[in-house]
């Protein structure tokens, strides 16, 4: 006996864990995610789920960013040329499609939006760990370059939540920051100092300026060391505790 009405999903299970930036809080009781070739929207009260379906030649989702009013998110495909689609979280629907060759890599590994929303950057992966930087409403890409210096991995992209013109990347032996100046990466003077090798910088993450509007992050490796720089100056290291 032949059917017609076509499957429908209730309940997907699991989460990609490779994907950076995976899980984000798109309002006090929802959570959206990737599973499977979906975009999982999750209510934490009903405890029910939405779906985004995505592209079906697709290999999977390489990494999320949320912009800050968090009407908008942007999602990485891998893909030849990885395609990188903003969804309206109020309709689910495509806001933009985003695609070119300047990444030199079929993968998106990390995405951030301005404070204002205006721009998106994205990190290219390998070969050529090639960031753009789009003006996404345009579908435009407005500046890009290549980010590390000896094929080092790029694991993050972030902008200042504080200064919007400021742009820091993270990586293995890396971190560099860059200040946007007329929708051109001017670079900055090295935070960690000229020469050092700072290790597998994994994440980094902005403070709120002090009382002195300094602006401050902090970069963490994967041995579990913390470093505090202030203004663009290294101020201190926290080292992972010694085993006992």
């Not at 495909?77 to 689609?85: S, V």
């Not at 579990?224 to 006992?244: N, V």
Request: glycine share 6%; charged share 20%.
């Amino acid at each position: 006996m032949a059917y017609n009405n076509p499957l429908v999903p209730r309940h997907i299970f699991g989460l990609n864990g490779k994907t950076k930036d995976n899980v984000h809080f798109i309002s006090e009781h929802h959570v959206v995610y990737p599973a499977a070739n979906n975009i999982v929207i999750y209510d934490m009260e009903l405890k029910t789920q939405k779906f985004i379906q995505l592209t079906p030649e697709s290999k999977g989702v390489s990494s999320l960013a949320l912009c800050r009013n968090r009407k908008y998110l942007a999602v990485a495909e891998i893909m030849e040329d990885p395609l990188i689609t903003i969804y309206d979280l109020a309709t689910h629907k495509k806001r933009k499609t985003l695609q070119t060759k300047q990444y030199g890599s079929p993968e998106v590994v990390s995405m951030s939006f301005s404070h204002d929303n205006k721009f998106l950057a994205c990190q290219g992966g390998s070969p050529e760990w090639n960031m753009c930087l789009w003006v996404w409403e345009k579908s435009k890409v407005a500046s890009s370059l290549k980010t590390n210096d000896n094929d080092n991995v790029v694991y993050q992209v972030a902008f200042n939540p504080y200064d919007q013109s400021v742009l820091t990347v993270c990586g293995h032996n890396l971190f560099k920051s860059f200040r946007l100046v007329d929708i051109h990466f001017k670079p900055l003077t090295p935070y960690l100092g000229k020469g050092k090798q700072p290790g597998d910088c994994t994440a980094h993450g902005w403070l709120p300026p002090d009382s002195n509007d300094r602006e401050r992050v902090i970069i963490g490796t994967s041995h579990g060391d913390l470093f505090f720089c202030e203004s663009g100056e290294l101020k201190c290291t926290l080292a992972q505790p010694a085993a006992y």
